[in-house]
C-alpha cells in the first residue's frame, strides 16, 4: 500500500459526458502528480501540482483540467469524453526527497 | 523529445535464474526510477538513483545508474514467481522547474515460471 488513494476504482460512462477522478496523496506529501496509462501511448504525464499550485503541464488535453485543494487532495476532471480517453488513470504524490509513490489508479471506459 | 528504450521487451525465465532489464536514454537522465505494475494495477516503487554509477538493492533486486547517466540496469537474483509483472523504468524531464515530471519506458514483462 503506497499511502494514495484513489476514487472511484472504475468508472464506466458514455461519449459526451463529464467525470471527476479524486485523489489523496500520502500524508505530508505536498506534490501531486496526474498520469495516464493507455496501450497506445503507454504511461504519460498529465500534470502537476504543487501544494495547490500548478507546476508543470504534460500531454493534458483541453478537455482535462485538474485541481489541488487546501487538504491537498486533488481532482482530475475529464470533460466530452471520447472513446480514446478510456484508459488507466493514476495519480501520483512525492515528498521532499522526491520518491514518486503511485496510486491504485482508475479505469475510466467510455463506452 | 527524449525517450527511454528498455530491453528486453518480456522475459520469460525458470523461479532461480537470474535476469537483466535494461532502460536506455540518449540524454542525460538527472533522476531514474525503477517500478514494478501488476497487470491493470498501480505502480509499485522500487528504487530511485539520481547520481552516475550508483547502486542500490533491495532484497533480491538491484539497480545501477552508469558513470555518463544514459543507462541503468535493474538486476534480478534467484527470481522467484513474485517477481514477475511489468517493470517500468522512469526519468525526470530534467532539472529545476521540470524535476518530477516523469517520462517512461514501454515496460519490460517479466515471466518467472516454477
Given amino acids: ?111 | 523529445s527524449q525517450e527511454l528504450e528498455q530491453s528486453p521487451q518480456s522475459l520469460i525465465v525458470q523461479e532461480g535464474k537470474n535476469l537483466t532489464i535494461n532502460c536506455t536514454s540518449s540524454k542525460t537522465l538527472y533522476g531514474l526510477y525503477w517500478y514494478k505494475q501488476k497487470y491493470g494495477e498501480g505502480l509499485i516503487f522500487l528504487m530511485m538513483l539520481q547520481k552516475g554509477g550508483e547502486e542500490k538493492s533491495h532484497e533480491k533486486i538491484t539497480a545501477k545508474l552508469d558513470e555518463k547517466k544514459q543507462q541503468s540496469s535493474l538486476h534480478i537474483t534467484a527470481s522467484q514467481p513474485s517477481h514477475a509483472g511489468i517493470y517500468l523504468c522512469g526519468a525526470d524531464k530534467g532539472r529545476g522547474s521540470t524535476l518530477g515530471r516523469l517520462y517512461f519506458g514501454r515496460g519490460t514483462q517479466l515471466t518467472v515460471w516454477p
Avoid at chain 1, 471520447?82 to 526527497?97: K, R, T, V, W
Wanted: proline share 5%.
Fill in chain 1, 1 to 111: 500500500d503506497s499511502g494514495v488513494t484513489q476514487t472511484p476504482k472504475h468508472l464506466i460512462t458514455a461519449t459526451g459526458q463529464r467525470v471527476t477522478l479524486r485523489c489523496s496523496p500520502r500524508s505530508g506529501d505536498l506534490s501531486v502528480y496526474w498520469y495516464q496509462q493507455s496501450l497506445d501511448q503507454g504511461l504519460q504525464f498529465l500534470i502537476q501540482y504543487y501544494n495547490g499550485e500548478e507546476r508543470a503541464k504534460g500531454n493534458i488535453l483541453e478537455r482535462f483540467s485538474a485541481q489541488q485543494f487546501p487538504d491537498l487532495h486533488s481532482e482530475l476532471n475529464l470533460s466530452s469524453l471520447e472513446l480514446g480517453d478510456s484508459a488507466l488513470y493514476f495519480c501520483a504524490s512525492s515528498g521532499p526527497g522526491g520518491e514518486q509513490f503511485f496510486g491504485p489508479g482508475t479505469r475510466l471506459t467510455v463506452l
